[in-house]
C-alpha cells in the first residue's frame, strides 16, 4: 500500500468533500443506514520494535493488541471509522492504512477515520522515518515493514467479512460519567517565571507532583452507541488520558484502558466496544500513578466503572441524519527544526537509538509537508451528537474548546489520528517550554489552524 501522492490525494479528497454536504443527510433519508463492525489482530511478534524502538522490543504478549472498528453505510459511500492498539500511525503510514480499509469497503481515503488508543508497549509507525534509519546500516529500526504490510491484508480481509453481515442501525445512544482519580495534567509544575519545571508523566513517584492538584482535565468518559431498536450493536468509548500504566520491558499490552474495553467486551458480547483516546497531549494518569503492576488494575477498574455508569446514563434517540465532514489541515514546521542538524543527528553513531529515530520522524514530517500531503481532520454527525477525529497529541484545550463551539451538540473527541505533527500544543504553551512543546512538529500557527479546522467540522 504507497502513500497516495498529492495530485491523487486532493483529487480524491475533493471530490468527497463535495459529495458529502449534498448526499449524505439525504442518503440517510433514502436507504436504510447500516453498520458493520470488525475486528482484527495488530499484536507485533517477539523481537518487533516497540514504541518506535524507542524502548525494549516485544519479549512477550501479556494481552493482544486489537485494531476495532466500523463501516456505516447508508449515508453517501461507505464511511470506516477504526481505533488501533498501538502508540502511533505516522505520515505515508497513515494514509496506507486509510487508503487499504476504503478500498476494502469501496470508499475513498478521506472517508476514513484511523485514531491511535497510545499505547506504548506497542508499536509506533512511520515508512519514512524507517527507511531513513535502515539507510545507516546499524541495526536501526521503527517497524517491520512486512509486519505493518500483513496488517492492512487482515485489516481488509476483517472488513469485507463484516459488510455482508451488516446490521440496520435505527437508535444512538449517548451517555457520559466521571471517571474517578485517573487523570491529571501533565503541566502543573510551574516555575517562578512561568515555565514547565517538572512533567507529572504517566507514572510518578515524586511526591510533590502528586501532591499538586489534578490541573485542568475533562473528567467525563464519554459513550456513544449505535443500536437496532433497543439492541446495542456498537458501544464507542471516548476519554482524554495518555493511557499507560507501566511500559517499557517488553511485555505487549493494550494497557489499562485496553483491558477496561476488552472486560466491557466480555460482559457484552453481542455489543462491539471501540475506545478512542481524547485529546490527551497533557493530560496522564501520573497523579493516581506509582508505575506498579497493581496500579494497572486499580485503573482498569476505574475506566471500566466509568463505563458501566455512562451506558446506565444511556439517552436513545432515532437516528434520521448523518452527515461526514472532512477539513485539511496544512501546518508549518516547528522553526527549531533544521533538516541538517537532524540529519546529522540520524547519522551519529553515538547518539541513542531514540536519538536517531526521532530525528527521522521529524524529517520524514518535513517531506511530508513539502510533498503537499496535508492532515485530514473529520467529523461523524449523527443528528445532535459529533463524532470528533483529531491528529496526534493534541492538547486537552483542543477538545474543550470542540464542545464549546458546539453546546447543542453531544461532541465526542478521538486523537491521535495521523501522528504526524507528534504533539500539538496551544499556542499559549509554547512559551512555557516543557517536554511537550520541545518535540512539537509544527510552529505555534498550528493553534489557530487546527481551532479554524474543528470550527468549520462542527458549526
Known amino acids: 500500500m504507497s502513500p497516495l501522492s498529492r495530485r491523487s490525494f486532493l483529487q480524491t479528497s ?48 501479556e494481552d493482544p493488541l486489537e485494531a476495532i472498528g466500523f463501516v456505516l453505510l447508508g449515508a453517501g459511500k461507505p464511511i470506516v471509522v477504526c481505533a488501533v492498539d498501538w502508540t502511533g500511525i505516522l505520515n505515508g503510514a ?31 509507525v512511520c515508512l519514512h522515518a524507517q527507511q531513513l534509519v535502515a539507510a545507516q546500516n546499524a541495526g536501526l529500526q521503527v517497524v517491520d515493514e512486512q509486519f505493518f504490510q ?56 515524586d511526591p510533590e507532583l502528586i501532591a499538586l492538584p489534578e490541573g485542568l482535565i475533562d473528567p467525563l468518559l464519554k459513550t456513544v452507541t449505535f443500536c437496532d431498536g433497543d439492541e446495542a450493536l456498537v458501544a464507542c468509548r471516548y476519554y482524554a488520558v495518555h493511557p499507560m500504566s507501566h511500559y517499557g520491558q517488553g511485555h505487549v499490552s493494550s494497557d489499562f484502558v485496553g483491558l477496561a474495553r476488552k472486560q466491557r467486551q466480555r460482559e457484552q458480547p453481542g455489543c462491539t466496544q471501540i475506545y478512542f483516546t481524547g485529546a490527551a497531549g497533557n493530560i496522564a494518569a501520573g497523579k493516581y500513578n506509582d508505575g506498579s503492576p497493581e496500579a494497572r488494575v486499580q485503573l482498569t477498574k476505574r475506566i471500566h466503572d466509568a463505563m458501566v455508569a455512562a451506558d446506565a446514563k444511556q439517552i436513545r434517540e432515532p437516528l434520521r441524519n448523518v452527515i ?32 536517531r529515530i526521532r530525528p527521522a520522524m521529524v524529517l520524514s514530517w518535513m517531506k511530508r509537508l513539502a510533498d503537499g500531503i496535508p492532515i485530514v481532520l473529520s467529523a461523524l454527525h449523527l443528528d445532535n451528537v459529533a463524532l470528533l477525529h483529531l491528529p496526534a497529541e493534541s492538547f486537552l484545550e483542543y477538545q474543550l474548546r470542540a464542545q464549546k463551539l458546539a453546546p447543542g451538540k453531544f461532541v465526542a473527541t478521538a ?15 509554547y512559551p512555557k517550554g516543557g517536554y511537550e512543546v520541545s518535540v512539537a512538529n509544527c510552529s505555534d500557527d498550528v493553534d489557530d489552524l487546527l481551532s479554524r479546522g474543528i470550527r468549520d467540522l462542527l458549526t
Not at 43 to 53: A, N, S
Not at 104 to 116: F, I, N, S
Not at 327 to 345: C, D, G, I, S, T
Open 94 to 124: 497513515h494514509v496506507a492504512w486509510r487508503t487499504a480499509l476504503a478500498e476494502a469497503a469501496g470508499t475513498t481515503p478521506d472517508r476514513v477515520a484511523v485514531q491511535c488508543v497510545h499505547q506504548h508497549d506497542a508499536p509506533f
Open 415 to 429: 486523537a491521535y489520528g495521523d501522528g504526524g505533527p507528534w504533539y500539538i500544543p496551544v499556542k499559549e504553551e
Open 14 to 61: 475533493a471530490a468527497a468533500a463535495a459529495a458529502v454536504s449534498l448526499a449524505s443527510a439525504g442518503a440517510a433519508q433514502a436507504a436504510p443506514l447500516q453498520i458493520a463492525p470488525f475486528r482484527f489482530d495488530v499484536t507485533p511478534p517477539v523481537g518487533h520494535p516497540l514504541c518506535g524502538g524507542w524502548i525494549k522490543p516485544a519479549a512477550d504478549v
Open 150 to 205: 500483513d496488517c492492512l491484508k487482515r485489516g481488509q480481509l476483517a472488513i469485507r467479512s463484516a459488510l455482508p453481515q451488516a446490521r440496520r442501525v435505527t437508535h444512538v445512544a449517548r451517555g457520559e460519567a466521571p471517571v474517578v482519580e485517573v487523570a491529571g495534567n501533565r503541566r502543573v509544575a510551574l516555575g517562578p517565571d512561568g515555565k514547565v519545571r517538572k512533567m507529572r508523566g504517566s507514572g510518578c513517584r
Open 324 to 355: 461526514w465532514k472532512t477539513h485539511e489541515l496544512r501546518p508549518e514546521v516547528n522553526p527549531v527544526f533544521v533538516a541538517e542538524k537532524l540529519q546529522a543527528m540520524v547519522a551519529d553513531a553515538k547518539n541513542a537509538p531514540a536519538n
